[in-house]
């Protein structure tokens, strides 16, 4: 089995900063790209940010120059520093990884259970 578990979530003020984190344990041989997304109340899930394991980064236009996606692919862990918040910010945010299986070398599609982000004053 496969874990994401995300952490880092939380209630804070227009633009300030949080940083998220999602470790991913278990029967992994290796990690493809791992992303963000969110889903904010009433709305579809969509991309936030996403990492290659070369380290090439994809964003969505509204986080651009804002949130910073990185990864520790020694410890399975991805990162999501994101800055200048705002309330449209707001939103469960989910890791996702394309892991590789031991063995089989199964691309196993896998998914946190979600942090969530608030901004307000």
């Known amino acids: 089995q496969v874990r994401l578990v995300e952490s880092g979530g939380g209630l804070v003020q227009p633009g300030g900063s949080l940083r998220l984190s999602c470790a991913a344990s278990?029967?992994?041989?290796?990690?493809?790209?791992m992303g963000w997304y969110r889903q904010a109340p009433g709305k579809q899930r969509e991309l936030v940010a996403t990492?290659?394991?070369?380290?090439?980064?994809n964003y969505a236009d509204s986080v651009k120059g804002r949130f910073t996606i990185s990864r520790d692919s020694a410890k399975n862990i991805l990162y999501l520093q994101m800055n200048s918040l705002a309330p449209e910010d707001t939103a469960v945010y989910y890791c996702?990884?394309?892991?590789?299986?031991?063995?089989?070398?199964?691309?196993?599609?896998?998914w946190g259970q979600g942090t969530l982000v608030t901004v307000s004053s």
């Open positions: 278990g029967n992994i041989f290796s990690i493809n790209t």
């Open positions: 990492i290659t394991s070369g380290g090439s980064t």
């Open positions: 996702n990884a394309l892991v590789v299986a031991p063995t089989t070398y199964a691309l196993l599609d896998k």
